[in-house]
């Protein structure tokens, strides 16, 4: 079993993953904590998505431990479309059911993996719709919305499954900039209620106003994480004080 | 030419009652053609690999050879080891199974130009692959599909045809008895083409509505 830890909702640990024996994520580790939010940063390229992924097993990693509220994900023996209900995951690209209106892609979660009755469904459905904005926005098709609105969608959908810990790969690196904030103060409003999250973003104005600590990943290892401002006042390595303006200077302080 | 001087009375329902087998033919056969086609792509694209040699293996086949041997292999062949089909059901059985594999190549089509994100997005959300298929990927796929699909009921119609050879008592078995009957080949034919050109044209015609109405809005399908 695992060690008991206060409070710890995720722990990594020694995780490792390569694509055709190039090797993408080389033995990392960490844990979060209920209600925390991480950031995650580094190089096009250097693994973050792999890694995200390798939290919900959207990908196998090779070896190396991922526990989520005392259950371990990596076990084979977990089942892992259960384990899935819980931890939410919103895509770079949003990947909204395209078929499917946006009250339906909110409420399919909950009617047809956690079998709540329609009724319900519809009403926890527009309850998180209008956590996100969206109510007038229920009968729309994916095609029909801004890229913001897209997301923004994307992300009541991953909250009607009421999930303890949510993952954002890049979230608004697909918006164009007008639509950049309106992604962010929902991702605001969801860390101030509470949520558990790990975001890979570059937004580090959103990084600096609300997240607890940013990990630094480049060549598939976590160089340094810390809390925000120390990583960005006294970094400990150089790579990390470069990447570090290199990315100010190619998104900004301010946005968000 | 002259297509007055005929005996209508008698052929007319002749005539009529070959279009309808000709019907009954295609609308059994194509639906028997989509639900193993639906099988076989399935089997093709998300089984494991006897699964999905099997299914590469028959669309290969089925569409490797001509469809007149099918049926004669169905009708002729079979019975050398006890299976034994009436004329329209070995048609209905090679046309369907003719059919089931160009169907898989345009479901498989249709599902791979399905984003991949879709299949990570729900199974993100705790579906299984199978509740994946059916609630997201099928549903988009089958609107996909409906012009290529569309093309292929109307083959199907057309190469029924092709039933008469076994005996089946369709449209053009129909034509052809009526045409020697009365020594005007042209003339009956030329009714026997029109009938055929009728029924695709209505057909098309609710095709396209269809289409029309499964489309979803404010997305731009390339098809
Ligand atoms: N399914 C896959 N098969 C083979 N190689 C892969 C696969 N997925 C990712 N890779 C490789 O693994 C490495 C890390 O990819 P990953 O997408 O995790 O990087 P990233 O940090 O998210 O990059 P970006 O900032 O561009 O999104 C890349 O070299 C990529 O080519
Ligand atoms: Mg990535």
New binding site residues.
Partial sequence: MEPIEKNVLLRVRHLSKS??K?P??KDISFKVKKGETKVII????????????CLNRL?RPDSGQIWLDGVEVTSSKTNINKIRQSIGMVF?DFNLFAHLTVLDNVRIGPTRVKKIPKREATELALDMLSRVGLVDKAGAYPAELSGGQQQRASIARTLAMRPKLMLF??PTSALDPELIGEVLIVMKNLVKSGMTMVV?SHEMGFARSVCDEIIF?EK?VIVEQGPPDELFLRPKHRRTKEFLSKITELYGKSEG | MNFLTLDWKTIFPQLLKGTLTTLQLTAIAISLGFVVGILLTLGWLYGNKPIRIFCRGYVDLFRGTPLLLQLFIVYYGLPRYGIRFSPFVAAILGLGLNSAAYQAEYFRGAIQSISQGQMLAARSLGMSEFKAIIHIILPQALRIVIPAWSNELIYTLKYSSVAYMIGTTELMFAGKIIAAKNFRFFEVFLVVAFIYLIVVLIISHFLRMIEKRAKIPGLQMIS
Wanted: glycine letters at 16%; hydrophobic letters at 25%.
């Fill in positions: 694509y055709n190039e993408v994520l580094g190089p096009s390229g250097t693994g973050k998505s792999t890694l995200l992924r990908t770079q790969d890049e890979v990943v598939g």
